[in-house]
C-alpha cells in the first residue's frame, strides 16, 4: 500500500474539505493510503488584523508550501480563492476538481433577506470585494470588519451586535451548514471571489507520479474556468489589498468570465466581461488575462 502525505489548515472547514478529497483520490486509487499532516499558517495565527495589512492571501498557503518543498508532505489541499496567482517556485497546481457552489451567502440574525435589512444594518466581512459589491447594493449598510474560521463568525453574529455576515455558500456546504444560509446572493447580485467554491490540489513539479496520481481528481470544465478567473487576477495584480472579482461560466460552446476590479477603498470599481469559444485552460487563462488588462 502506497502512503501519500497531506497538507492541509487546521481548521475545521479545511479539514473537512481535505478529507474529503482524500477520500476522492483513494477512490481512484487502489491501496493509497492517505495522511495528514496538519500546518498552522500565518493567516491562522494572526487573526486580529485585517489581511490586506498582513500581506495578502499568500499566508494561507506560505506554510504549506514550505511543509511540501522540505518534502514533508507530498500534496495539499487549498481552497484555490486563497492561492495567490503566483505559485512558489518548483510547485504546481495538479488537479482542481468540480466546483462546489461558488455563491456567497448573506446570514442574519432576523432572517430577513438582503433588500429587507433596515437601513444602517451592521454587516461583517473582512472582504474587501464583498464590501464592494454589497455597498453598490445598499450603501446605507454599515460594514465592519470580521475575521475567523466560519464557526466564529457565527459566533460573533449572536455574540456581538451584527445584523449579517456574508460567507462562501461552498463552505457551508461542506460544513454540512447550509441551513444556516438566509440567502444566496447571485453573481449578479455578488461577484464571486477568483476560484470561489473550487479547491486547488498543490504538489512539487518534479514529482511526476504523484502529479499523475493527482490529476485523477481533475475535473476539466471547472479547471478551464477557474483557469480565466485566476489569468484575470494575475493581470490585475490582485490579492487581498485590492477587491477582485471573476466568475466563469461555460454556455453551450462559450466561456463567459465576468469580472470586477477597485481601488483598495473599494472606490473606482471596474466591471467588464468577455466572451469566447470554449476551449482548454491556457486560452481561458489568456481570456482572463485580456479582460484584466481592460481593466487594470
Known amino acids: 500500500m502506497r502512503t ?10 479545511a479539514l473537512a474539505q481535505a478529507r ?40 494561507f498557503i506560505k506554510e504549506i508550501e514550505e511543509a511540501l518543498l522540505e518534502q514533508r508532505a507530498d500534496f495539499a489541499v487549498h481552497s484555490i480563492k486563497d492561492v495567490p496567482a503566483a505559485l512558489a517556485e518548483a510547485l504546481v497546481i495538479a488537479s482542481i476538481p468540480e466546483r462546489e457552489d461558488p455563491r456567497d451567502a448573506l446570514i442574519t440574525r432576523s432572517g430577513a433577506p438582503l433588500a429587507e435589512l433596515a437601513p444602517g444594518a451592521v454587516l461583517g466581512t473582512s472582504s474587501l470585494r464583498r464590501r464592494t459589491m454589497l455597498l453598490k447594493l445598499r450603501p446605507d449598510l454599515d460594514v465592519r470588519p470580521l475575521r475567523g474560521n466560519v464557526d466564529t463568525r ?21 460544513l454540512g451548514m447550509e441551513d444556516r444560509a438566509t440567502e ?26 504523484v502529479i499523475a496520481a493527482l490529476a485523477k481528481t481533475d475535473h476539466e470544465e471547472t479547471h478551464i474556468r477557474v483557469s480565466a478567473e485566476r489569468g484575470f487576477m ?6 487581498c489589498q485590492l477587491p477582485v472579482a471573476a466568475f466563469a461560466c461555460r454556455e453551450d460552446d462559450e466561456i463567459w468570465l465576468r469580472a470586477m476590479v477597485a481601488d483598495p477603498d473599494g472606490s473606482r470599481a471596474r466591471f467588464g466581461e468577455r466572451r469566447s469559444n470554449w476551449s482548454d485552460a491556457e486560452e481561458a487563462r489568456r481570456l482572463g488575462r485580456d479582460l484584466g488588462e481592460a481593466l487594470r
Not at 154 to 174: F, P, Q
Not at 234 to 239: K, P
Open 20 to 59: 474529503a478529497y482524500g477520500r476522492s483520490l483513494c477512490a481512484q486509487h487502489d491501496n493509497l493510503k492517505i495522511e495528514e499532516l496538519h500546518v498552522t499558517t500565518s493567516g491562522d495565527k494572526f487573526q486580529d488584523r485585517p489581511l490586506q495589512d498582513l500581506g495578502g492571501k499568500g499566508l
Open 184 to 209: 444566496l446572493l447571485s453573481p449578479e447580485q455578488c461577484l464571486p471571489a477568483v476560484g470561489q467554491g473550487a479547491l486547488g490540489i498543490e504538489c512539487r513539479e518534479a514529482d511526476e507520479d
Open 154 to 174: 457565527l459566533r460573533k453574529l449572536d455574540e456581538e451586535g451584527l445584523d449579517a455576515i456574508v460567507l462562501a455558500a461552498a463552505g457551508l456546504r461542506r
Open 4 to 13: 501519500l502525505r497531506l497538507a492541509t489548515r487546521r481548521s475545521k472547514l
Open 234 to 239: 494575475l493581470a490585475v495584480g490582485g490579492n
